[in-house]
Nanobody, 114 residues
Framework: QVQLVESGGGLVQTGGSLRLACAAS????????MGWYRQVSGMQRELVAT????RTTYADSVKGRFTISRENAKVYLQMNSLKPEDTAVYYC???????????WGKGTLVTVSS
């Protein structure tokens, strides 16, 4: 079955950097869109960044600070100039080709201290 495993979360000070990684498996035809979302407790999950082929999209709040990249079924999120408001659980998402739907990882916590 399709599985996504995130890594790289942790505690960092304001202005610091973290790199999240996600490894997807279970789709013999690969994945079309892959991306990152985040959620603060009590709030809706929100898009951070997605990548489809060579095309990327970013939330306005992270443009210029975060960079999404991809290598086959692995997707990365380089986060620079982190702010306390970036604190959230970050979820990896992937759309498997021909299977349909969107699959999610279990999430990794990013905490930015002020």
């Amino acid at each position: 079955q399709v599985q996504l495993v995130e890594s790289g979360g942790g505690l960092v000070q304001t202005g610091g950097s973290l790199r999240l990684a996600c490894a997807a498996s279970g789709s013999i035809f690969g994945f079309s869109t892959m991306g990152w979302y985040r959620q603060v407790s009590g709030m809706q999950r929100e898009l951070v960044a997605t990548i489809t082929g060579g095309r990327t999209t970013y939330a306005d709040s992270v443009k210029g600070r975060f960079t999404i990249s991809r290598e086959n079924a692995k997707v990365y999120l380089q986060m620079n100039s982190l702010k306390p408001e970036d604190t959230a659980v970050y979820y990896c998402a992937a759309d498997p080709v021909r299977i349909g739907g969107r699959y999610w990882g279990k999430g990794t916590l990013v905490t930015v201290s002020s």
